[in-house]
Structures are given as structure tokens and as C-alpha cells.
């Protein structure tokens, strides 16, 4: 059972486009939805996260929006650049439960052309 | 401030052997996950340990196997090894609130033949 969709596979866009990256869940307990970045022979790096007590969050170019009644959450990178070209993941976690684990999307391989 | 270390890098085992895999976490992190990450099934949550104790399994056969220490450091260990068990293996330390702050380490790529 997939409690994390995440969409699409792949994305190409030029430098300075802003990559949209959708991500759905189903468990009406999370409360933590952050999101990863991964650099070929790296492991996922913590990028940007948010509480369903907010609408959206900005860090840099980065955004995260985030729609609790339709158990949705995206990610924005505005003035996208090639050195921005990784792949990303969403994640999300009942941070005051007690399975202290993340589930993560699928992924999303981003390709920004200079 | 170190990072998350894992060791080795790579491994090459054959079908059949066993492998041990280590992870020393962030200094002052008592929570250690571990993860495998593959093409097909993306990030898969194996385990978490905090001050030694497991808190929580995934869905993984019994082959899968791990432990922390008192320091923190975790090592996980992987018998009668598999082609399909063929994955980067990632472990991720945190202060332990439910994955929140997972910092993750470079992984432990390993290959089985």
C-alpha cells in the first residue's frame, strides 16, 4: 500500500522555469511533510518541510503549498537552475506517533537544461 | 559538525553469504533508521532504533536484522543474501520526535552476485 503518490516520474525544464512536483497522501495522521533532495551517489538531503498548520512555505527558491482537506502538497522551485538537477522526494510522518518512520514518494527525477 | 558515517561505500557478496552494515550517526542523535532504496521500490523503511531499543520494524524478512549500541553507532545485518536484496542501503540518524530531522549518510551501495 503506496500512503504516499507522488508525481510525475521525471520533469525536464529549462533554467529559470519553475518545476512543480505534486505529492498526495492518505493517512490523516501525518503531521510532516518534508521533502528530499538527492544527488547521484549522495543520500537525500533535507530540503524544505511543513505542518499542515500552514498553507505554504518559502526557503530560498524553494516552496512548499500544502492542501489538508485534499491531502495534498507540492513543491515550487522557482528561477530553477541546472545545478538544481536531482531527484526529489516528498516524505511524510506522524511525527507524535509512534512508528517513528518516514514514508516516502516514488521520486521525481528533475532535469533543468541550461 | 560530522555528518551521518556509513561503511563501506560498496560491497560485492554472493548469493548466500551474509553482510554487516555500519552506521555512526550525528553526535548527540540517539535515533538511527535505516532504509533501502532501490529503482523499482524507491525508499523502503527496514528499521529505527533509539537508545538501543527497536521501536519500530517494516515489512522486511527476519534476514533482515539490526542493533544500536550505547553510542549510538547501529549496525545492520543482512543474511543468506538475495540478488533481489541488491539496494543502496541508507541510514539516517535524528533527536528521535518521528521523522523529524532525519539527516541521511551516503548509503552503503551493496551489490549481491
Known amino acids: 500500500q503506496q500512503q504516499v503518490k507522488q508525481s510525475p516520474q521525471s520533469l525536464i525544464v529549462q533554467k529559470g522555469g519553475i518545476p512543480i512536483i505534486n505529492c498526495a497522501y492518505e493517512n490523516t495522521a501525518f503531521d510532516y511533510f518534508p521533502w528530499y533532495q538527492q544527488f547521484p551517489g549522495k543520500g537525500p538531503a533535507l530540503l524544505i518541510a511543513?505542518?499542515?498548520?500552514?498553507s505554504e512555505k518559502k526557503e530560498g527558491r524553494f516552496t512548499i503549498s500544502f492542501n489538508k482537506s485534499a491531502k495534498q502538497f507540492s513543491l515550487h522551485i522557482m528561477d530553477s537552475q541546472p545545478g538544481d538537477s536531482a531527484t526529489y522526494f516528498c516524505a511524510a510522518s506522524n511525527s507524535g506517533g509512534s512508528n517513528y518512520k518516514l514514508t516516502f514518494g516514488k521520486g521525481t527525477l528533475l532535469t533543468v537544461n541550461p | 559538525k560530522a555528518g551521518v558515517t556509513q561503511t563501506p561505500r560498496y560491497l560485492i557478496k554472493t548469493r548466500g553469504q551474509q553482510v554487516t552494515l555500519s552506521c555512526s550517526p550525528i553526535s548527540g542523535h540517539r535515533s538511527v533508521s535505516w532504509y533501502q532504496q532501490t529503482p523499482g521500490q524507491g525508499l523502503q523503511f527496514l528499521f529505527e532504533y533509539f537508545s538501543e531499543t527497536q521501536r519500530n520494524k517494516g515489512n522486511f524478512p527476519g534476514r533482515f536484522s539490526g542493533r544500536q549500541f550505547s553510542n549510538s553507532r547501529s549496525e545492520m545485518n543482512v543474511s543468506t543474501l538475495e540478488l533481489g536484496d541488491s539496494a543502496l542501503y541508507l541510514c539516517a540518524s535524528s533527536s528521535g520526535q518521528g521523522g523529524y530531522g532525519y539527516t541521511f549518510g551516503s548509503g552503503t551501495r551493496l551489490t549481491v552476485v
Open positions: 511543513i505542518r499542515p498548520d500552514v
